[in-house]
Every structure is written in C-alpha cells, then in structure tokens.
C-alpha cells in the first residue's frame, strides 16, 4: 500500500482487519560484541520468541557511535521519535504494521484485538506483558490522581470509553459500539499514546500498590509531596528523560538532564532482528550533543554530526554542500510533508479583547495574507525552490485543490489597505502606523522559538510589505516551552511555526489538524484543549465558523464511507482556508538531511515529516549502520 492509501481505515468500518508482518524464521540468533563482557542471558533469551524480521535493505554491521546535534537538553525526547518502537507503526510507505505487537486484528473498526510477542522484555529484562497495558488504563489514565482529565480523549467515541479486556499474558481487546479511526493512527504517531507502562517499575511509587511508609520515604528522598506528582516526575516514557524508567526503544538513555552529552546505548531486549538473525541496533551508541540551535548548522558543516536534519534549512544548503568533500559527508535534499514550511498563527483566544476581536475578523486576516509577497521570500529565503501557498494539504495529496493553495494569497497591497479601512483603521501616527479604536498603533508582536533561524529570515520580509500597509512588526524569540506556554495561555498575539503536520492526507485520513481539537493549535490554543479535556479547561468555540469546522470533524468522525469522509474534508479545507484561520507563507521545501559518507541505509530520497514520518523513524535507524 503506498501512502496514497495509508490510513486505509475505510477497510475496517465495513471489513475486518489483520496486521501482521514476518516473524523471524533464523534458528540462531547473534548480537553485538558491544554486550559480551555485560553479563547478559543469550541473545536468544533476550528476543521474543518471535521477533520482528527488518528486511528489504542491507544487512549491515555491529559498532560505531552515532554523532546527533541538538538544540536543548529536553531533546532527549526526539530519540524516542526517532527510536520509532511503536504498538503498531508506519513503514516507509506510510503503511501502518504490527511493530512491537505481533498481530492485530480489527473487527468492523471497533474491536481491536492486541497479540503480544511472548517473551518480549523491557529493557532492564522484565517481561513484557498485557499487565503493563492493564496497568496504564485501570491504574494511571482511569485515576483521578494521575490524570486529572480522564484518559486522552482519541480513546472516547460518541461519549463511550473503550471496554478493555485482557484475554491472558500476550492478548488484549480493546472495543467500542462504534468505530474508531484514531485509535491505530494515534499509536503510530512521532508522540504516541503510550498505552502501556512498565508497571514492574512504577507500581513502586503508586499508592495502590507501594508499601505506605516506603512510599513516603521515597517522597522525601525525591523531594516531592504527594504520590502522583512522584509517579509522574518518573513517568515519561515520550521525553525519555529517567535513565531508570524502562524503555522499549533501541537504545537506552544513560544520562539525567540536564547535560550538555547524552549517551544513548543499545537496548540488550530489543525486539527487532534483520534477514540473518541479527539483533538490531547495528549502532552501539548515540551521542547526543547540546548546542545553541543557530551554531547547529556551523558544527555540522565542521564535520561534528553523522545524521542531521533538526535545525538545518535551504538557506544553509549552500554552506553544506561546500563542506561535504572535507568533512566526509553527503546533503540530500528531502522533501517536506508539511502544509506549509512557514506559516503565522493569529491567536483568536488573545486575551486582549480588543486585539482578540480584531484578530478574529476575517477581513484582518485575509489583509495580513495578501499583504505578504510570497514570491520575494521564495526566491530570497528558498532560493527559488519553495511554492507560495497557503497552509493547507500538498499537490502530492489526492484532496489538493488549487483554490486551496492560493486563496488569499496572491500580494495586493492595495486589497489589503482597502480591507484594514473596511474595518476602521483608519487613522494613522507620525510614523504611518495604523491606530486602534484605543488610539493604540498596530503593532503586532509575532513570538518564535529561539532557534528558529529561518522563520526569523521570513519575518523581516513580512515586516517590510506589513509596514507598506501601515502595520509594525516585531519578532519575540523565546526558549520552545515558554514560547508554547505564552500562546496556551492567550499571552501571545501571533506565532510563527510550520503548518500543518500531514500535508498528504487521503480521505480516509483525519482532518483533526484544521478544526479545533488540540491545545497545540496556535490559533484557538484554548477552544483545542476545550475539545481535549471533555469541555473542564479551555473555552467552548464561540466563532460561527470555528464551530462549523469542528462540526464537520464530528460528522467525518461517524462518516461510514469513503466519499462521505471526502466530502467532508473539501468543505473543511475550503472553509479553512477561505477564513484565513493560519497563514500559510510558502509550502513543497526542501529539507536537508546531512548524512555522513559511512552511514549506510539512510534513503537517498524521502520525505522528511512529522506525523505521519517521525522524522527518519519510519526508516528505522536501528537498522542504519556505519561501513567500515
């Protein structure tokens, strides 16, 4: 199935489903020479009984360290992205399989039944079991305590939780009365809902479980009050961030943040082999560095990484490709799955009413649009290379549309002018800024995350053509979680980020990105986490149009076939983008990707995305090796 197809969910509304992929048929197994002198039981008591067989590329070779460069110690939590052990995931052809399960069957889209691999272990040796699925959802999602707003709202269909039933160690069911599309997608993504935790280790600091006065010590010794603020300081298998919390990805973290170094080594239980029975990692190690992201580029360039893509862009492709012969490496451009590379984010929950009313008149928005000359930051920023668009899907999904790309796009100050005068704007200072009803000048500060180099380039050309039309504008960088955290809390006017995630969507696949369903959405950051938390935080949408597009997700949600789940996504993305909700600058970049020259099974060609991609994990770089 090629990604045209992926998600092909439609199948499981009226048919049933089976996931599978092959198991190992090699009758002995081998490791690396890295795990001789550790003391460890047999490869062949450390893998499943059946471990996933990786095929279709190289058989590679054990040994060597994998140089990756990023920009804040928290980034730990990109090796569990790119580590990419899932449930079930996306292969390179966005195709979704069995990864860490052995099957799955799905019955009419809302009976999954889960096949555990027998004998599969977390990395500290502990098997693992359904226990550690029955552990999340009865102990940690479903406890007031540890999740105050119940489990993630992916796993509610029409107002129903699912009934989970564990059949034995290796078998779990999980059913609704109604289908669920979201259910396999969301365990596949770059962020997995991780459905499981390694209860052998947490149950120690879970007052159901812990011995009451070892659990206060425990408190003390960790300097925090209560059990679960404890357990989940200790829980956080995305941001990989506990040395001691066991993982199921292929290598372990070894170091506490902060740091500037991280070492990452092979997990001795992972569950992946290739063609000739050998356990993978091939890489007995990732080092991960921490730099200032705006050096990030000059360090790769000098040689200091061996795969990098994170905070590299078209305008430091030039610079790479003069450094390859020298420091030993290949740039490859890849293309980019996302809506747009750039676009802005007029926040609509603003707490300023004043900046929030305007904000949330559409005639502002679409002025800000057409004020933009895309052309100019194409061939000045993209080096020609990038197509002036809208933030919507991509010529490569079969819902484009070029209405889509280019409504509200094409630069006319003039239309712009004439639409800030529609609305009032009128008055001018000295400086020929515009002023508010408050006498205020439109001044509008649009908030970046610090190492946002490229964006940065963006914006000084935006702010010359918004000041044409009597609008200042300044750039705020901030550090990722101050950045985020200001635009949650209606802090921020406007944020400068990529657009949307999947730019490739079929039919079949959700449309959740362009109505508000996630706090994460920068332009109605309180109506998405409303949607997330079941209405206890967050605002209820009160824009006509915002609830029209929320609408249509509901109905795509229940939509029992193909072409009504595509009718539905055409009068989003015409809704969405006539409304200007985000402001697409240009979309179709490329995105280096410096490989070093040793580094073998890395693609030549890929697209490089978030979700559906995690970056380079759909390519499995545990099965990347380093020629000698």
Known sequence: MSWRNAFALALTFAYGLSLSVSAASAQTYTDSPYLKEMGLPPVVERLPATPRVIGDRE?????????????????TR???VYGYARLVAFDDDFEIVPDILESVEVEEGRIFTFKLRQGHKWSDGQPFTTEDLRYWWEDVAKNAELSPFGPPVFL??????????????????YSWSQANPFFLPRLAAPRPAFIYRPSHFLKRFHTNFADPEEL??????????????????????????????????????????????????????????DEDGQQLPYIDRVVMNIANGKLIPAKVG?????????????THFTFLRQAEEREGYETRLWH??????????????YKDPVWRDLFRDVRFRRALSVAIDRDEINEAIFLGLSQPANNTVLPQSPLFDDEYQQVWTEYDPDLAEELLDE?????????????????????????TEGDATEQVDVLELVHDTWLDIGIKLFTRPSQSDVFRNRIYAGETQMAVSAGADNGIPTADMSPSEFAPTEQTQYQWPKWGQFFETSGQAGEA????????????YEDWRVATSTDEREEIWHRMLSLYTDQVYSIGIVCCTRQPVVVSQKLRNVPKEAMYNWDPGAHFGIFLPDSFYFAE
């Not at 809506?339 to 007029?346: D, I, K």
């Not at 949408?541 to 249509?552: C, K, N, R, V």
């Open 59 to 75: 058989i590679g070779r054990y040994g060597g360290d994998l140089r990756l460069i990023m920009a804040r110690s928290r980034d």
């Open 78 to 80: 990109m090796m569990t």
């Open 156 to 173: 509610k269909v029409e107002d129903e939780w699912p009934q989970v039933d564990v059949i034995d160690e290796t078998t779990i069911r």
């Open 216 to 273: 206060n010590q425990l408190q003390r010794k960790f300097r925090i009050r209560g059990w679960a603020p404890l357990h989940n300081s200790l829980d956080n298998l995305y941001n990989n961030d506990n040395p001691e919390l066991p993982t199921l990805q292929p290598w372990v973290n070894t170091v506490r943040p902060p740091s500037q170094q991280f070492i990452f080594v092979r997990n001795p239980y992972f569950h992946r082999v």
């Open 302 to 314: 000098a040689g200091e990484a061996d795969l990098q893509a994170r905070s590299l862009f078209m």
């Open 336 to 349: 980019n799955g996302k809506g747009a590379q750039v676009a802005l984010f007029p926040n609509l929950n």
């Open 423 to 447: 609305l009032g704007l009128t008055e001018r200072n000295k400086d020929g800024i515009r002023l508010l009803a408050n006498g205020e000048p439109l001044e509008i500060v649009v908030e």
């Open 541 to 552: 949408p009160d824009l006509p149009e915002a609830q029209e597009l929320f609408q249509l």
